[in-house]
């Protein structure tokens, strides 16, 4: 079997089995089977597959079939066009969170930001790519998850970013150990009860966000006013439909404050600033 009839019968198979995007899936699994980049998969699709080979790659979409994320399979995801290595430790990134990113960078430019603290960092993904578009800034990344914290420290040292973010391990706001002057975080904000199904994979710390979605993200707003600069600001991440309240607690809490909120690409509410 040839690498271009491997990808074909793995699509058919996935795609049978209403698995998302399958011919990205079935190209990162088989590229990772088989140790190649994507340039050296699709100037040799014509290549036959080994009986070893052909072994590792099914055994892998085995593993897509069961349910297990491929980016926990490979052990990589991409953010913000950088590469990331994850685990069942971290949630992974998505796509949507890169908003964050682009909007604390568009704040950057055009107003000092000196200090940055990330509020739940996970693999380190949102911190380490504002430490690389933010060069002068100093970056602070917190995280309650030890486990959390070891890959995030891998990713910093893969990126080179070790010496300007700083990784602190507690609760929310409580490791930061000086106001900042903006502080960001993509909390869990998915409702408890549609966690009822567990999700095998990815850690349900990084997912529960309690009864409404809203319990960490409220629980950070009631301490960031010991935590952020005069003048400072806050972006957060946010769920679907969930924008009218966190608008309506932050206005009451900060009176006089710019509160705004900016859609993805889809459309939906995402970030609150």
Known sequence: MTLKQAL???????????IEDTPLECELLLRHALNISQVQLYTNLNQELTPKQGVTFWHLIKRCLNGEPT???????????????????????RPESELLVEMV???????TVSTIAEIGTGCGAIAISLALKLPQAKIYATDISASALEVALFNCQEHGVTNRIHLLQGNMLDPLPEPVDLIVANLPYVK???LLQPTHFEPMLA???????LEKIRRLCYQ??????????????MGQGQAGAITTLLCNLFLGAKVEVAPDLSGIDRVVS
Not at 8 to 18: G, V, Y
Not at 208 to 213: S, V
């Open 224 to 237: 960031v006013n010991s935590k952020l600069c005069q003048g400072g600001y806050l972006l957060m991440e």
């Open 192 to 194: 408890q009860s549609e």
């Open 105 to 111: 960078v568009k704040l950057a430019r055009n107003h």
């Open 71 to 93: 980016a926990y399979i490979t052990g990589c995801r991409e953010f913000y066009g950088l590469d990331f290595y994850v685990n069942p430790s971290v949630l992974i990134p």
């Open 8 to 18: 074909s019968h793995a699509r058919d198979t996935l795609a049978a089995n209403d």
């Open 207 to 213: 997912l529960n966000g309690g009864t409404d979605g």
